[in-house]
C-alpha cells in the first residue's frame, strides 16, 4: 500500500515538472531593442546629402558601400567598448538615385530608405525649375516620420493625398506667398511603404507657344520609406 501511495506521488511530480517545463518553453521570446534609435537625411541649399545617426549605447557602427547594389549601408553591432552615440556622415547620389540601408544586427531587423533626385552638378541646371530650398527627414521610435523642408522665396505649398498611387506629394509653385519653413510628420503603417514626391510646377516657354500647354512638373526629390 505504501509502495502504491509513493508510485503515485512520483507521477504526480513527473507530470507537475513537464507542465512546468512546457509552459516555460511557450513563453514569448523578449525582443532585443533597437540598435539604430532613429536617422536623419537632410540635404542643404547646394544639394549636398549627409545623415544623422543616433545609436544606442554600447553600439558599433560600420558603414559601407555595397558594390552590387550600390546602396549605402549601415551594420549596427553590439559592442563592449564605449561609443559615441551621435554619428554623421556624408552621402553622394549615385546616378540621380541615393539607396540607404540599414542591418541591426541586435534585433535582426533591415530597412532602407530610397531619394531620388539630382546629384549637385544637375541640381545647379534645375535651379530655376525647382523651388525647394533645404529639406531633412528624420525618422522617430514611435514608427512617424518628420519632414521638415524650407522653399524659395514666392513660393506657394500645396500638400495632396494621391490615393491612387499611395503618395503624399508637395506641390510647389511659383506665386505670392511669405511662408518658407513647414512641417508635417507622417505615420507609416507596418508593411506599407511610405512615399514622399515634391512636385515642382514651372512653366517651359519653349516647349509651347500656349501657356497652358507650356505647365511642366518636376517630381524631386522623391522619398520612398521601406522599413
Known amino acids: 500500500m505504501k509502495i502504491t501511495k509513493l508510485a503515485s506521488l512520483v507521477v504526480v511530480a513527473v507530470l507537475t515538472l513537464s507542465a512546468c517545463s512546457s509552459n516555460e518553453s511557450i513563453l514569448p521570446v523578449e525582443e532585443s531593442e533597437n540598435a539604430l534609435k532613429s536617422y536623419k537625411i537632410k540635404r542643404d541649399a547646394t544639394g549636398a546629402y549627409s545623415i544623422d545617426l543616433d545609436v544606442d549605447e554600447n553600439v558599433k ?99 495632396v493625398y ?23 510628420n507622417f505615420t507609416k503603417l507596418e508593411g506599407e511603404v511610405l512615399r514622399i514626391d515634391f512636385v515642382n510646377h514651372y512653366i517651359n516657354i519653349l516647349q509651347s507657344k500656349s501657356l497652358l500647354a507650356s505647365m511642366q512638373t518636376l517630381k524631386i526629390p522623391r522619398v520612398i520609406v521601406n522599413m
Open 61 to 159: 557602427t560600420q558603414a559601407f558601400k555595397n558594390e552590387e547594389t550600390n546602396e549605402n549601408e549601415f551594420h549596427f553591432y553590439e559592442s563592449d567598448n564605449h561609443t559615441s552615440k551621435k554619428q554623421s556622415k556624408e552621402l553622394l547620389i549615385d546616378d540621380r538615385e541615393l539607396s540607404i540601408g540599414f542591418v541591426d544586427t541586435r534585433s535582426n531587423k533591415t530597412s532602407n530608405i530610397s531619394i531620388i533626385d539630382d546629384n549637385i552638378e544637375m541640381a545647379k541646371k534645375n535651379l530655376d525649375d525647382t523651388f525647394l530650398s533645404e529639406y531633412s527627414i528624420t525618422s522617430n521610435e514611435d514608427g512617424t516620420y518628420d519632414l521638415d523642408f524650407t522653399v524659395k522665396n514666392q513660393t506657394t505649398v500645396d500638400f
Open 162 to 184: 494621391n490615393q491612387e498611387a499611395n503618395i503624399y506629394e508637395i506641390h510647389l509653385e511659383k506665386g505670392k506667398s511669405s511662408e518658407t519653413t513647414f512641417s508635417r
